[in-house]
């Protein structure tokens, strides 16, 4: 029998500043929410693995900054003592002239990779910073694809692979309505990859992927589509219910042998 209990979070979006104004994004809470995640991480769920699906920064439109608030918030993640691994969002990469950037804080080779676990397959999928786009709007625009030599190698990770596959990444994937997000409601393709279509064509011919895992939209559901379950994970610091008390939440996801389940839990302050 094969068993693997993980924890994901994501959007955690650390920055050095307290911000002046009332903002959707509790920054501000980002280091007592993670001391308190790896807490229970720690000494409570004692997971096998752990992994964040992106924006450990929110960028301050400088790319000075960002690289010290990314390497702090980097050595400071490395208070979770389990096996830890992280996608770089929209925020991290913004300012950065390329992903090797973000990559080499990260001691990442490359930012797309697989590896296996406790007789299991997990693909993080990177997102690519596609130079020639503005930095505007958060870098949506410049960091919303996953390269072409990327989408390639996944075709050939999965041809080559027959274990159960969770697979992970940043933007969303499955055809989300948008139109009650609070960040998204004007422009659904910014909450969204935006070669998904191509991703879906891939991934779609495989039976063995029991989960799709994304974080950005800073809400948490879960689709079905095409035989795939997509879940979404919201921002472990947005102000969901506009109270001032950070969302905080996590998944913890247990594997046996084909079977997963994935339990929704917040942390509170």
């Known amino acids: 029998m094969n068993k693997c209990k993980i924890v994901i ?45 992106g924006d450990l ?24 003592k389990v096996p830890f691994y992280s996608l770089a969002g929209n925020h991290d990469l913004r300012m950065m002239q390329s992903r090797k950037e973000v990559e080499d804080i990260m001691g990442y080779e490359h930012s797309t990779f697989s590896f296996n676990l406790n007789g299991y397959h997990f693909i993080l999928l990177g997102n690519d910073v596609v130079e020639d786009i503005s930095r505007e709007r958060g870098g949506l625009f410049r960091t919303q694809y996953i390269s072409s030599e990327d989408l390639k190698w996944l075709e050939k990770d999965l041809a080559n692979n027959d274990l159960p596959t969770l697979i992970f990444t940043h933007f969303g994937v499955a055809e989300d ?18 070669n998904r279509k191509q991703l879906k064509e891939i991934i779609e011919k495989y039976k063995n992927i029991l989960g799709f895992f994304s974080g950005h939209q800073h809400w948490t559901k879960k689709i079905i589509e095409n035989n795939i379950t997509y879940y979404i994970l ?36």
């Open 177 to 194: 309505d948008l139109k009650e997000n609070w960040w998204f409601h004007d422009d659904f393709e910014c909450g969204l990859l935006k």
């Open 234 to 269: 919201g921002s472990l610091t947005e102000n969901i219910n506009n109270d001032n008390i950070p969302d905080g939440v996590y998944f913890v996801v247990n594997l046996e042998d084909d079977k997963m389940e994935v339990i929704e839990n917040h942390l509170n302050l």
């Open 9 to 53: 979070f994501s959007d955690l979006h650390y920055r050095d500043e307290k911000p002046l104004y009332k903002t959707r994004k509790l920054t501000e809470y980002s280091i007592p929410l993670l001391d308190k995640l790896a807490y229970k991480i720690n000494n409570e769920i004692k997971p096998d693995l752990c992994i964040n699906l």
């Open 57 to 80: 920064i929110e960028d301050t439109a400088n790319h000075e900054k960002d690289i010290i608030n990314l390497k702090f918030i980097w050595e400071k993640l490395k208070i979770i």
